[in-house]
């Protein structure tokens, strides 16, 4: 199931529509198709960087991870590896690359350097947990993700690992589906989604509160960088079952929750520039449109679409001075890697490739 499927879907149980969401998010990732869905929600591991641009491709035949120039010249295969390698992200000072492989059998969390050498699986499990969506601490002292702990992927788990693969811990034992982890700017806090609600906890996984009661799905929370603020989209379904998700923001405490959008934003699709000024997501601009990609201030004023001419848009990362954004789109029925200024200018197809690429993710320098 693709997010795309998703538009105007009502959901009838609260639990469901979490599932759904969940298995959705994973497919998208590890099943890439070109009308990509955004896989990897608003982390700083997503949009750090400028120097160079970390990205996963099939060109050589099979899922590799590659770096390239930001004018997409210099296509580096970090991987070579006959199995698929996927959704790599930098570590924050640009040493490590940690990613998912599904080289020892099942999907795991691995991280190299850099240049591509000495990868190390972190994760490995002879209970054969499946891990996804490798996210860095911005002190880089840690790295949370996502593992599907039965075959059925009814059960989803928070768990936590440090870059040499010591201190495997599972955060969120406590509760059956845990999903959509985001650090808190200082590295201390984890914000995340359990049964349509956003609970923050300690990153060490103590301290767990639950700081929403929803009867509708909140979903991909991302904390701001002031670290006193949290994003998050909240879905509503009127009497006509037309659902509608907004952009939301709150006190880190869970209070004084207040929506920033009029328009309706793909959920997971949303992400803060790192100066904090600037909101960059997906939208359907009219009635059974394709995604586009939007930017608007902060605070839910002077929205512009930046891609209006595109058939289809996924992923987006911010260059980390906030001045610029790469992102996907389908251009003759592959997915490929485009950047552009902060003021929708200078766009370019920087990858150009018969084949499909994702995971753009910038270098820290």
């Known amino acids: 199931m693709c997010l795309?499927?998703?538009?105007?879907?009502?959901?009838?149980?609260?639990?469901?529509?979490?599932?759904?969401?969940?298995?959705?998010?994973?497919?998208?990732?590890?099943?890439?198709?070109?009308?990509?869905a955004q896989a990897m929600p608003s982390s700083s591991s997503?949009?750090?960087?400028?120097?160079?641009?970390l990205f996963s491709?099939?060109?050589?035949?099979?899922?590799?991870?590659?770096?390239?120039?930001?004018?997409?010249?210099?296509?580096?295969?970090?991987?070579?590896?006959?199995?698929?390698?996927?959704?790599?992200v930098w570590s924050p000072d640009g040493t490590k690359i940690a990613f998912v492989s599904k080289r020892d059998g099942r999907e795991d969390i691995f991280v190299m350097n850099s240049d591509g050498s000495n990868p190390v699986n972190l994760t490995k499990d002879p209970k054969g947990h499946q891990d996804y969506w490798p996210i860095w601490s911005p002190?880089?002292?840690?790295?949370?993700?996502?593992s599907w702990i039965n075959d059925n992927k009814?059960?989803?788990q928070i768990d936590s690992v440090e870059p040499n693969g010591a201190n495997l811990t599972n955060l969120t034992s406590s509760l059956a589906l845990a999903f959509d982890p985001q650090w808190s700017p200082d590295s201390k806090h984890i914000v995340f989604v359990s049964y349509n609600d956003i609970y923050t906890m300690n990153a060490d996984g103590t301290n767990l509160v639950k700081i929403t009661n929803s009867s509708t799905a909140v979903v991909?929370?991302?904390?701001?960088?002031?670290?006193?603020?949290?994003?998050?989209?909240?879905e509503s379904v009127d009497k006509n079952y037309v659902v509608s998700e907004n952009i939301f923001v709150m006190n880190a405490d869970g209070s004084s929750p207040h929506s920033i959008s009029d328009i309706q934003v793909q959920p997971g699709s949303y992400v803060w520039s790192p100066d904090g000024k600037h909101v960059a997501f997906r939208s359907y601009p009219?009635?059974?449109?394709?995604?586009?990609?939007?930017?608007?201030?902060a605070d839910g004023s002077n929205?512009?679409?930046?891609?209006?001419?595109?058939?289809?848009?996924?992923?987006?990362?911010?260059?980390?001075?906030?001045?610029?954004?790469?992102?996907?789109?389908?251009?003759?029925?592959?997915?490929?890697?485009?950047?552009?200024?902060?003021?929708?200018?200078?766009?370019?197809?920087?990858?150009?490739?018969?084949?499909?690429?994702?995971f753009p993710s910038w270098s820290p320098s």
Not at 139 to 146: A, N, Y
Not at 223 to 228: I, K, M, S
């Open 4 to 36: 795309l499927a998703n538009k105007g879907i009502y959901r009838h149980n609260t639990i469901l529509t979490g599932l759904l969401l969940v298995s959705s998010l994973l497919a998208v990732l590890i099943l890439p198709s070109p009308l990509f």
């Open 46 to 53: 997503v949009s750090s960087g400028h120097g160079k641009i």
């Open 57 to 88: 491709s099939d060109r050589d035949g099979n899922w590799d991870i590659y770096t390239m120039n930001v004018d997409g010249s210099n296509i580096v295969n970090l991987t070579h590896n006959p199995a698929e390698d996927q959704g790599p």
């Open 139 to 146: 002190d880089g002292k840690h790295i949370v993700f996502q």
């Open 154 to 156: 009814t059960l989803v």
């Open 220 to 234: 991909t929370p991302f904390w701001l960088p002031d670290n006193q603020h949290i994003a998050f989209v909240s």
């Open 286 to 297: 009219f009635q059974n449109s394709t995604l586009h990609i939007f930017v608007m201030d």
């Open 303 to 358: 929205v512009v679409n930046f891609t209006p001419g595109f058939i289809q848009t996924g992923l987006i990362a911010w260059s980390p001075n906030s001045q610029r954004l790469a992102f996907l789109a389908n251009e003759k029925g592959k997915s490929q890697i485009f950047t552009m200024n902060a003021d929708g200018s200078n766009l370019k197809n920087i990858t150009n490739s018969p084949a499909d690429n994702f």
